[in-house]
């Protein structure tokens, strides 16, 4: 598999404490993706980056930071304001930014908070 | 605004019998519509988009603008289609993709 990674596959974390979830890719695309994925609530789009240096917000994003400081990574923080943050987080990435570029994903990090 | 509708969480079939997985969409311009997979233990990966008017692994997917409808459809479930789908919007003046809730298909032995 290869494209696009994300660290640690698992994270466990105790309340209170910031965490951050690593997102790197290979394939030279613009555009990167945090999503959120819960039983029954789909696919939650937390932040997204068009390019290097910049970033917007989704439609979740309370409690989450991010940074585009290179091309090829886009790390997400989740911190300690986020009230529900036990949740698989899939990273996706594609070759531009907008609505009609196939998204490629990361297998995803699961974060159990206690 | 746009927003992905998939009204089935959950869809079980046994083998051999036809599926249907249905999608319906809120936006007044030209969409984009697709459907992306995720098989256990796998990556979610694109599955299939309308514009390309493919059929991969047998599904077919028509984009009905009438009904604002894009159903995924197979005539004949095979066991390994048991996945998490997902129907996913977007468009040339979006920035981002809107995405379904999901529904998982169960095909049965």
């Known amino acids: 598999d290869g494209g696009i990674t994300q660290s640690p596959k698992y994270l466990f974390r105790k309340e209170g404490q910031n965490v951050t979830l690593s997102c790197e890719q290979n394939?030279?695309?613009?555009?990167m993706y945090w999503y959120r994925q819960d039983p029954g609530q789909g696919l939650r789009l937390i932040y997204y980056?068009?390019?290097?240096?910049?970033?917007q917000k989704g439609d979740i994003a309370e409690g989450y930071s991010v940074s585009r400081e290179k091309k090829e990574s886009f790390p997400l923080t989740v911190t300690s304001a986020q009230k529900n943050p036990t949740a698989f987080y899939l990273c996706?990435?594609?070759?531009?930014?907008?609505?009609?570029?196939?998204?490629?994903f990361g297998p995803g990090t699961r974060l159990t908070v206690t | 605004a746009q927003r992905v509708t998939q009204p089935e969480k959950l869809l079980s079939v046994f083998k051999g019998a036809p599926v249907e997985l249905k999608c319906n969409y809120s936006?007044?311009?030209?969409?984009?519509l697709f459907w992306y997979v995720q098989y256990s233990r796998q990556r979610l990966q694109l599955l299939l988009r309308?514009?390309s008017r493919e059929s991969i692994k047998g599904f077919t997917a028509d984009l009905n603008k009438g009904e604002t409808s894009f159903h995924l459809k197979k005539p004949f479930a095979q066991e390994e289609d048991s996945a998490m789908y997902y129907c996913?919007?977007?468009?040339?003046?979006?920035?981002?993709?809107?995405f379904g809730s999901g529904t998982k298909l169960n095909v049965k032995p």
């Open positions: 309308h514009i």
């Open positions: 996706a990435s594609s070759m531009g930014a907008g609505g009609i570029y196939e998204q490629y």
């Open positions: 996913a919007l977007g468009g040339y003046n979006f920035n981002k993709f809107y």
């Open positions: 394939l030279n695309h613009d555009a």
């Open positions: 936006y007044s311009g030209s969409p984009e």
């Open positions: 980056s068009q390019i290097v240096n910049d970033f």
